[in-house]
């Protein structure tokens, strides 16, 4: 009888890998009925032992919702690690930092440099880990969290900075956008768009801030700050 539920499970598989490109998303059922959903510009490999699911995320972001069993699954990347078994949580690599949204379950965290305990994230929080937040990772809970905004189709700022919503944008579109001047940065966005669409969020953009819109370069948009003195039409 303990040998019965091993037998039904995918034992040291050979490792997989799936990407992503600018605009694409991806789902896929893994070989344990893991469902992962990959966001533009996301590399994930599979690697399943006897002993162990692990998932790691070299760049990008994904939602998981894990299928339960007697092995426990771990996600990592360069910044941390989180352990679930039976589970809805979206992990984001950003370039200095992991962040992860729990939707529905428990999972253990621990940073990626194997210093500090375990600690130990409920549904509807959202935490970072990473070389700015120690060897502990910073957990918050949230208000009315649910599933990730981006699985149907959105983009939400709240409070972001415009380098921030940058480079969202630019994740599902191969027309880039840039700022020109680094005070833009200093410009912060509140809101909900489309992720398909940038025109309508460029258009916001240029009627509530003295902001120049150029896109005289095919497959670029520049962005730069209205001259002092110049008027706008």
């Known amino acids: 009888a303990a040998v019965g539920p091993w037998a039904l499970l995918p034992v040291d598989a050979p490792a997989l890998e799936y990407a992503t490109a600018i605009g694409e998303q991806r789902r896929m059922t893994l070989a344990d009925g893991t469902r992962v959903t990959l966001d533009p ?3 994930l490999r599979v690697e399943y032992s006897e002993r162990e699911r692990r998932l790691i995320l070299d760049e990008g972001r ?3 919702e894990v299928a339960k069993e007697v092995r426990p699954l771990f996600v990592r990347t360069v910044h941390g690690d989180v352990r679930a078994v ?3 949580f979206e992990v984001y690599r950003h370039e200095g930092e992991m962040e992860v949204l729990l939707v529905e379950g428990k999972v253990m965290l621990s940073t990626g440099d194997g210093t500090g305990t375990a600690v130990a994230m409920r ?5 970072r ?5 120690g060897n502990r990772p910073l957990v918050e809970a949230l208000a009315g969290a649910g599933a990730p905004p981006w699985l149907s189709g959105r983009l939400v700022f709240d409070d972001a900075s415009l380098q921030e919503v940058v480079d969202e944008f630019n994740r599902y579109s191969h027309r880039q956008i840039v700022l020109t001047d680094a005070r833009l940065s200093d ?6 768009f489309r992720n398909d669409g940038m025109h309508a969020f460029l258009g916001a953009l240029r009627d ?3 902001i120049l819109v150029d896109t005289s370069t095919p497959g670029l948009v520049r962005l730069q700050p209205v001259p002092t003195g110049e008027v706008r039409y």
């Open 41 to 43: 510009g996301s590399r």
């Open 62 to 64: 994904a939602f998981f």
């Open 86 to 88: 039976g589970t809805q």
């Open 123 to 127: 549904a509807g929080h959202k935490a």
């Open 129 to 133: 880990l990473g070389p700015d937040h």
């Open 187 to 192: 410009v912060h966005i509140t809101g909900v």
């Open 208 to 210: 509530a801030y003295p």
